[in-house]
Each structure stands twice: as structure tokens, then as C-alpha cells.
């Protein structure tokens, strides 16, 4: 970890300029500038110090912390030292270079600095450096986070947030934009990179993947918040959103592919889950673009392989199966549906070429997407979903493609060729479609509503798929809306009905499953 060793924090050795006391609010020893108090109004005469990297903060409120100091500094370079001084409301922070601190200078000098709220002064030291003992362990970790995310990766936007001191290693995560599945190996693999990880439990709410990470020391869990939260895992999706969690000890009953505790090893496996086959953790640590075998700050995407092979254990490793872009669905409702049908639901993840319903067993069809990451998204997010009243099962085909007929033969309409299809939703390379795939849920979100077009209308519109309309909600242009239907099964039904739908003037409506509830 790179300039650790230039950090130190503690207490400063007496000066003729500084005057050494205790505070009883900090339990350390501190220092001031001779002339000033905290808060009364002589601090506004002191006359100005030449340049250096150490700066003079006044004012701070009574509750300002540490990390909420460094905060304001962290935009302009690395922060080498920091000493408050609690008694006066006052600190000093030490910069790696004068050129940062004249940077910050001169840009707090056109817009007053604030913590929490409150507006803080800073000046110029007389103090070129801060000579100082490493004496407290706190401060000590969050400097130590701190230059492990300058030297690695660029602090998130909500810095003082980022910094916020915690005392528990244990660290909640959520996935925005979760377009590959992502597996516990592949959280185990990126965060052991800043620190022993004992647990990890997985769980989805609110339509979400979210994970609960225990690491052996609360460093380690500030170290992986500052350099990972805000990070994607693969190009463009699968984002990082990462919290401290208020639990300090994860309790792990099961080792499978839900939870698992790596101090552990012999806990059962429970309620028929299989643990993860090694050899998928072994295909991401082989993997030459995979993000796991890097520094943090360097994450880079997985290859579509690696993607495939971290498909919840549900498929062997790339090479082997799962190169096909060809999905089998069965367990159909035969009596209901149709190509057509199916080219919309499954056009949610993905691009639908060809489906074929099967001539001797109408229950089941081929589908076939443009790519085999496709059909592994489709098969991850559609496998056990409710269509047409019958839980239906989805698995990978082992054709390569989906024939058409040949020419003459009359199949009965169960074959389409979807390839022209202007209905593709993410043929634009780096579509905001990518960004807004969510698994099947109660609540759609609808675009390209015409302006004349009502709640009332959309209502009954829904209302008419069979479905009972549980909630609505416009967003502030009216082109877009949630509507929340009573089940999955309703909305899944709403979307495979009117995704598309013409709502006069050629205006159609586009349908998709929302992460959101109303």
C-alpha cells in the first residue's frame, strides 16, 4: 500500500509558536496557533502566513470528526497528516505537496468550505510540517484508507460519507445493474484483496442482490468501502453500492451458495442447496481480464466466459456447455402462448433471433438470443417465473441455433424469425437498456406515454390484461411511469401483453420490470 509510511497522527512536539494542552473533549494531546481560541472574533485579524502544506481550519463545529476534516481536503491530493484540536474547534491538516494546499486554498476562497453545515476558515500554518507521534489507532485507519484509496482508486463523489469512522467489519452490499449474475466466489475474490473475509451471506430484497461481508478487522471493511463502493465488477453494470452494516458478527448457518463462513468449513450444506463447484472460483482466478487477479482502483470487465461460468453454479464452465446461445423452455401453458409471447418476455434480457415452439410437444420451444451471455441472463432471471399460470423452467439448449423451416413447409406459425425485429432493446451498442435490467417483479416501468394519455387510461389499460392495478405513479415529464400490479405473475402477464402496444400516433409503448415500488 503505497505513502502508508508517510502517514502519522498523534501529538505534536512543543514549538515556540504552539502551545501544548490537553483537551478533555479528545482524550489526546493537541496543539493551537498561539494567536487564536475557537470562536472569538480576534482569529479574523491574524495576519496571513506564506504558503504550506500545512493548513489551519477554525470554527468547527463541536461534533466535527476526523474524517469529516480530511474530507475537505481529498479533493485536492493526498493527505499526509491531521490533528484536531476539539477544545478550540479547530485542526490542522497536513497536505503531501504545497501545491495541494494552495489548490485547496484558492478554491475554498471562492467557495466557503462547510462541515456539517456549519461554514469552517482555513489559512495558511506557520507550520511547514506537522512533526507528530502515531498515536491514535482511529485516526491512524482512516488515514490509512484513505491513501490506500489515492494510491489505488479515486474516492467515491459522497467522500465524507465514504470516510464515515466505523467501528464494524462487517459491510452491506447492493448491485445496481445487475446484467451478468453475480456469485458469492466472486465477492469472496474481490474483497480478499484488502483483508481476511470470514462470511459472507447473499440474500435478494426490494428485487435486489444484496450481500452481508464479514471481514477479520474493521480497517480492512473501511479499506474495501473506500477503493470498491461505487466500482463495477463488470464493463459497464453490475455496480457496487457499499455501506457499513450495523451488525459486528454475521451468524452463518449453512456453507452453499447463498452463505457461507470460511472459518467453517464443516457446516452442512442445508436445505438441499449444492455448494458452489471450486472449479467455477477457479475459472475466475484464471481469467486474464477478470478484475479479481488486480489492484483495486483497476477493475476492469470479466471476459463473457468467466461471466457465463459465475451464473449462480448453474452452469458448467465455459467451453464445455454454455457457449450456446440456444435456451429450452418447458412447462409451457400450450393453450396460451405463442412465439410472439415469448419473444417479449425474453426480449427483456436480451435480443430474441428465432423461437421455435416444439411440433410433438407444444408445452416446450427453443429461443434463440444473439449471444450465450444472453441466454444465461434470460435463464438466471426467467427459470421458476410464473407465465401464463404455469412456473416454467428454463435451461441452456445444446443446439447451437434454431432452424427455420424449410422453404414451402407449413409449421403452423410455431417458428419466427425475429432477426430484423425493430423490436430489439439493446442492438445500440452501450444502450441504456444495459443499465436497466431488473429480474421479474410487481412493479413495471413505462415509457414513451403520449401527453394526452391519463392515469385513468393507463389503469384500465392494465386492468384489462387481467391484472389488478395495486398503485401508480407518473414521473415529473409524463412520458414515463411505475404502474404496480398485486403479483409478479400479473405484471409479467401486463408486459408480454402491452410492451409495444400503439397508443395512437404511432407513439408505442415500451414496457420493463422496475427495481422501484411505489
Keep these: 500500500m503505497d505513502g502508508i509510511g508517510d502517514v502519522t497522527v498523534g501529538v505534536k512536539r512543543g514549538s515556540d509558536e504552539l502551545s501544548m494542552y490537553n483537551s478533555p473533549n479528545s482524550g489526546m494531546s493537541s496543539i493551537s496557533d498561539g494567536a487564536s481560541n475557537g470562536s472569538d472574533s480576534k482569529k479574523l485579524r491574524v495576519e496571513e502566513a506564506p504558503p504550506s502544506r500545512?493548513?489551519?481550519?477554525?470554527?468547527?463545529?463541536?461534533?466535527?470528526?476526523?474524517?469529516?476534516?480530511?474530507?475537505?481536503?481529498?479533493?485536492?491530493?493526498?493527505?499526509?497528516?491531521?490533528?484536531?484540536?476539539?477544545?478550540?474547534?479547530?485542526?490542522?491538516?497536513?497536505m503531501g505537496t504545497e501545491e495541494a494546499a494552495i489548490t485547496m486554498i484558492n478554491y475554498y476562497t471562492t467557495v466557503t468550505p462547510h462541515v456539517r453545515n456549519a461554514p469552517v476558515y482555513i489559512q495558511y500554518s506557520n507550520h511547514k510540517e506537522l512533526k507528530t507521534d502515531a498515536g491514535n489507532q482511529r485516526t491512524q485507519a482512516v488515514l490509512q484508507a484513505v491513501t490506500a484509496v489515492q494510491s489505488g482508486g479515486s474516492p467515491s463523489s459522497d467522500v465524507q460519507e465514504a470516510l464515515a469512522a466505523a467501528s464494524s467489519p462487517v459491510l452491506r452490499i447492493i448491485i445496481d445493474n445487475m446484467f451478468y449474475p453475480v456469485t458469492l466466489d466472486v465477492l469472496q475474490q474481490i474483497f480478499s484483496k484488502f483483508g481476511t473475509v470470514m462470511k459472507i451471506i447473499t440474500f435478494t430484497k426490494n428485487n435486489q442482490f444484496q450481500a452481508l461481508l464479514q471481514f477479520s478487522d474493521p480497517v480492512n471493511a473501511q479499506q474495501a468501502k473506500l477503493a470498491l463502493d461505487g466500482q463495477n465488477i463488470y464493463n459497464s453494470c453490475c455496480t457496487l453500492r457499499i455501506d457499513f452494516s450495523k451488525l459486528v458478527n454475521l451468524n452463518v448457518k449453512y456453507n452453499n451458495d447463498k452463505s457461507r463462513d470460511y472459518t467453517r468449513p464443516e457446516l452442512p450444506a442445508g436445505d438441499g442447496q449444492p455448494s458452489i463447484d471450486p472449479s467455477v472460483a477457479v475459472a475466475f482466478s484464471k481469467d486474464s481480464n477478470s478484475l479479481l487477479g488486480k489492484i483495486p482502483g483497476a477493475l476492469s470487465p470479466l471476459?463473457?466466459?468467466?461471466?457465463?461460468?459465475?451464473?449462480?453454479?448453474?452452469?458448467?464452465?465455459?467451453?464445455?456447455?454454455?457457449?450456446?446461445?440456444?435456451?429450452?423452455?418447458?412447462?409451457?401453458n400450450e393453450e396460451m402462448v405463442t412465439p410472439q409471447s415469448l419473444f417479449t418476455l425474453f426480449g427483456v434480457y436480451g435480443d430474441v433471433q428465432r423461437v421455435k415452439i416444439l411440433y410433438n410437444k407444444k408445452d416446450s420451444a427453443l429461443i434463440q438470443m444473439s449471444d450465450a451471455n444472453q441466454a444465461q441472463l434470460a435463464m438466471s432471471h426467467l427459470n421458476g417465473q410464473k407465465m401464463y399460470g404455469k412456473i416454467i423452467r428454463v435451461t441452456l439448449s445444446k443446439h447451437q441455433t434454431v432452424a427455420l423451416p424449410r422453404d414451402g413447409l407449413d409449421d403452423q406459425g410455431l417458428t419466427k424469425d425475429y432477426a430484423n425485429s425493430p423490436l430489439h432493446r439493446f442492438k445500440k451498442p452501450g444502450s441504456k437498456n444495459f443499465q436497466n435490467i431488473f429480474p421479474p417483479s410487481a412493479t413495471l416501468h413505462l415509457s414513451n406515454i403520449p401527453?394526452?394519455?391519463?392515469?385513468?387510461?393507463?389503469?384500465?389499460?392494465?386492468?384489462?390484461?387481467?391484472?389488478?392495478?395495486?398503485?401508480?405513479?407518473?414521473?415529473?415529464?409524463?412520458?414515463?411511469?411505475?404502474?404496480?400490479m398485486s403479483t409478479v405473475e400479473e405484471a409479467t402477464q401486463g408486459l408480454i401483453e402491452l410492451h409495444n402496444y400503439n397508443m395512437g400516433g404511432n407513439q408505442h409503448l415500451r414496457v420493463s420490470f422496475s427495481k422501484s415500488t411505489i
Excluded: C, W, Y
Excluded at 448453474?314 to 409451457?332: E, H, I, M, Y
Design 451 to 484: 401527453q394526452d394519455v391519463t392515469e385513468d387510461d393507463l389503469r384500465l389499460l392494465f386492468s384489462n390484461t387481467g391484472g389488478n392495478v395495486k398503485a401508480f405513479k407518473f414521473f415529473q415529464d409524463r412520458k414515463m411511469a411505475l404502474i404496480q
Design 54 to 94: 500545512v493548513l489551519h481550519i477554525r470554527k468547527l463545529p463541536n461534533e466535527a470528526s476526523e474524517t469529516e476534516v480530511i474530507s475537505l481536503g481529498l479533493p485536492f491530493g493526498k493527505v499526509t497528516n491531521i490533528l484536531t484540536l476539539k477544545g478550540k474547534n479547530q485542526a490542522f491538516l497536513e
Design 303 to 332: 471476459s463473457a466466459a468467466a461471466a457465463a461460468a459465475a451464473a449462480a453454479g448453474r452452469v458448467a464452465l465455459a467451453g464445455q456447455t454454455g457457449s450456446s446461445g440456444v435456451l429450452l423452455v418447458s412447462n409451457l
